[in-house]
């Protein structure tokens, strides 16, 4: 794991770092706290088999094209990166590291989500899907799909 405040990550982050919440522990504290904060614990996971070993299974066929993953509280985010039907709309995305990935121990008890990726493509950068599902989860995602229909309506018109 890289430290965040390695000179060349806060070179990098253009010292983003320094106005970023960030915390470090064991999985133990992760899930008290995020029991306690009411969030939505979401795994980033590439692997389909792994998708539905959470606490809940996700919708459709369980493909890593079907990115659709539900919560314990109702929650879900689809593929299009919208967060419906939440009691919090705040979550905790884990991220595991390129090679090994998120242990077995951690997809238990999170929701897998996946990034649908078309051809033969083996997987993303940890640092490029990190930042596709934060956008996903982010307010920018909507935005972004409402200018994108907006744009399709005016080509067609």
Known sequence: CCDPFNDKALRASRGAALHVPLA????????AVVKQQNLLLLAAEPEPDHLGRGPQKPSGSGSEKD???????????SADGVCTDSDSDRVCLVLGTEGAGLSDTVLQHATPVAIPMHGHMESLNVAVAGSILMFALSEGMPQLMARLQQLRSNIAS
Do not use: N
């Open 24 to 31: 470090a522990g064991q999985l133990q504290e992760l899930l």
């Open 67 to 77: 990115a659709t993953a539900s919560s314990a509280q109702g929650s879900s985010l």
